[in-house]
């Protein structure tokens, strides 16, 4: 009898049992119903545990129905093989069903029939285990498929399995140790107990894969292991490496001379480029940036990590450093930074290209101004996980005159970091003509005036992309002027603007924005933001419509949060602008359900990319709406307290059947209390990549699939 149908027969007979007052059976068959409804809930658990690939915690919960109630146990039993064998241990699934038969013989005192149903589940458990394990194939060492297969393969595996397949067999052992593409990212690490472990196989066969690692790992305190890559690493026989990673665990197993010692024996290895060292606390290791840079002066990507205050460069002579020194790339992680901590790097390291510093005092501007390198071209400041910090393949060099400085990207962090505008002035006004990015809070520029009228009338020439803050009338001033002026700006991001007027005025005067953010509209009278944005979209529209016939361009993506004053009618003039391909709308409260579906539907067959953000009125109609757009792959859904399971299911379906001509690729949930863990994992089957946070656990992951047909 299934589940359902035993627990209905239970409700019966305990109703009778109230209507007849047989107390003594209320308690025996309530007993079963808790039992029954706790057994259903656990295994519900354990198995989604299972198919999320969380293999440990669904032991676990398999073995809290074990322990719960003997008369569950067998239940437990034939959970626990079946996850074993879902993971391919298939003789542990098979000692699990012997477990569980022993445990019927020694404890049961069910019924003869009772009892013979449970030896007969274990039973036939336990053939299937035994049929897979002897059907397995062993496809290195009996199929001998070609050894492209086997390497393809092999280079998919994860590192801990990867080690594992050393100690399978010899010829195992010596297959995988011939597959170079399994080894250029190698990782020597302990176990979660701080000990050898599986890591001791990696280094008893470290002399095979030594030809073919580049990137090296270091994340372990067992001596033996480190005195025996080091020793690889200073003979060259790791001969094609190119990154080293020493991480905090490894560097606090050590002395500081003897990292000094190791660095310094590799400065004739030019192949090796790269090095990212981690320190607890640098005030005890006492290993400064400036010694590192000495010791090796042919190293140009150094990560520099420490979890106290940037040491100064307090040596007697800081111009050890040669000033041929080939560092391009780094990048400071510390507590604290202060711009005496590394300004004798930025004197003597001239090749310098990308600097990226966290924890830094914003004053530290002034010493970046003094000592700007001729090179720079990435300067990124208290980065946040958005935007994605820029790397040097995020850009394209241009030769330019020795000595000319040539700064690309000036990138400070937002809003709760404003950087004095006495201090980041000076520098954007230096690199006016390269500047191609900015991204900060810079603070009122009023105080500033006297500096702008002795820098006349500059403006910048090659500006692309501009995220800015807005404090007061004397920024914004500011930054329209600049505004007006570009001829390149194509990406243009506005948090708290101050006079909505003035923007869409400058706005007006000027080609179309492609990629077009504003937030936080909250001065000013509402029906103004209102008509100045519907006058804005207006034109764009207009300008939309004769991109066919004239070499012109049009806003594609627009961002609307916090607008006080919007209503439906703007959507009426945001729709008719045909270039549009994105939209990301958030706390928008003046629009309605009606005028949100309605906009949708009117621009289904261009749309791409939508997000919704703190919107109430965004409910289940509107997300079935999203699922008959013709052209959209991409939905981000954030703080929305009316959508339900039903609603994305219902989008998602829509989307990704057989007959849909673009497919919905990437979907983003983020704190929607309505939408389940268990509902997450029917989109996971359907979308590529599926991003989730859960509201009540905070609880993050993301899963990159394949779409599955």
């Known amino acids: 009898m299934g589940t359902h149908e035993s627990c209905q027969k239970l409700a019966i007979q305990l109703n009778n049992s109230i209507q007849s007052h047989d107390y003594q059976e209320i308690v025996n068959i309530t007993d079963l119903l808790f039992q029954n409804h706790w057994f259903n809930l656990l295994d519900a658990r354990a198995h989604a545990e299972a198919m999320l690939g969380h ?114 067999s010899k010829l195992w052992r010596k297959r995988v140790l011939e597959c170079n593409g399994a080894w250029k990212n190698v990782v020597v690490e302990d176990d979660n107990n701080n000990n050898y472990g599986s890591s001791q196989l990696l280094i008893g066969a470290i002399h095979h894969i030594a030809p073919y690692i580049t990137n090296f790992t270091l994340n372990t305190i067992n001596t033996q292991a480190l005195i025996k890559c080091f020793t690889y690493i200073e003979t060259g026989y790791i001969s094609k490496i190119q990154s080293l990673e020493l991480t905090d665990l490894t560097t606090q197993s050590l002395q500081p001379n003897d990292i000094i010692s190791l660095l310094s024996s590799l400065q004739t290895r030019h192949e090796l ?84 510093l966290h924890g830094m005092h914003s004053r530290v501007f002034d010493t970046v101004f003094r000592n700007t390198t001729p090179s720079l071209e990435i300067f990124v400041l208290n980065p946040r996980t958005h935007p994605s910090i820029p790397t040097l ?63 006349g009338d500059f403006r910048l020439s090659n500006i692309k992309k501009l995220v800015i803050w807005i404090v007061d009338h004397a920024t914004q001033d500011f930054w329209c002027r600049l505004i007006r002026q570009s001829t390149a700006l194509h990406d243009l991001e506005i948090n708290s603007v101050y006079n909505i007027n003035s923007l869409v005025t400058t706005l007006m005067s000027i080609s179309p924005i492609r ?105 289940d109609t509107i997300l079935a709406a999203l699922g008959d757009m013709k052209k959209l792959t991409t939905v981000k859904l954030q703080r929305l307290q009316n959508i339900t399971d039903q609603g994305v299911q219902t989008l998602v379906e829509m989307k990704n059947n057989k007959n849909s001509t673009c497919l919905l690729m990437e979907l983003v949930v983020k704190r929607c209390s309505l939408i389940s863990n268990q509902c997450i994992q029917f989109f996971k089957e359907k979308v590529k990549v599926v991003e989730y946070i859960s509201k009540l656990k905070n609880k993050y992951f993301s899963s990159l699939q394949l779409y599955r047909q």
Request: hydrophobic content about 35%.
């Open 55 to 168: 293999f440990d915690q669904s032991l676990h919960y398999v073995q809290q129905i074990i322990d719960f109630s003997s008369s569950l146990a067998t239940a437990g039993y034939l959970r626990k093989a079946k996850t074993y064998s879902l993971y391919g241990y298939q003789q542990k699934a098979i000692d699990v069903y012997d477990e569980g038969l022993s445990c019927i013989n020694s404890t049961s005192t069910t019924n003869d029939r009772q009892q013979q149903q449970k030896i007969n589940q274990l039973t036939t458990g336990k053939k299937e285990a035994t049929f897979i394990q002897k059907k397995r194939v062993d496809f290195i060492g009996k199929v001998l498929p070609p050894v492209e297969i086997i390497d393809y393969t092999v280079s998919l595996l994860p590192a801990s399995t990867l080690i594992s397949c050393l100690a399978v």
């Open 273 to 356: 480029t790269t090095l990212k060292i981690s320190l607890v606390d640098n005030r005890r290791n006492m290993i400064t940036l400036l010694d590192i840079l000495t010791c090796w002066p042919a190293i140009q990507t150094v990560v520099f990590s420490t979890t106290s205050v940037l040491q100064p460069t307090i040596h007697p002579n800081p111009l050890r450093i040669p000033s041929y020194h080939s560092l391009i790339d780094l990048e400071i992680k510390a507590g604290s930074i202060m711009g005496h901590s590394f300004e004798p790097i930025l004197q003597r390291c001239l090749k310098l290209r990308r600097l990226v």
């Open 393 to 455: 393949q995020d850009i394209q060099t241009q030769q330019q005159a020795t000595g000319n400085p040539r700064l690309q990207i000036l990138q400070v962090s937002g809003f709760h970091h404003e950087i004095p505008s006495y201090a980041a002035l000076p520098l954007i006004h230096k690199h006016r003509e390269t500047l191609k990015t900015i991204y900060g809070n810079i603070s009122s520029m009023a105080p500033m005036a006297p500096t702008l009228a002795s820098y």
């Open 515 to 619: 990629n077009l953010g504003i937030s936080n509209v909250q001065h000013g009278i509402p029906a103004t933001t209102q008509l100045s944005l519907t006058s804005l979209f207006e034109r764009y529209a207009q300008v939309s419509n004769r991109i066919n016939v004239e070499s012109a361009s049009s806003m594609e993506m627009i961002t609307l949060r916090y607008c006080n004053g919007l209503n439906d009618d703007l959507l009426t003039s945001l729709k008719n602008v045909s270039t549009l391909h994105g939209i990301w709308f958030g706390g928008l409260k003046g629009l309605s359900s009606i005028g949100i579906k309605q906009f949708i539907i009117n621009t289904s067959n261009q749309l791409t990319y939508v997000q919704f953000e703190d919107m109430i009125q965004v409910n």
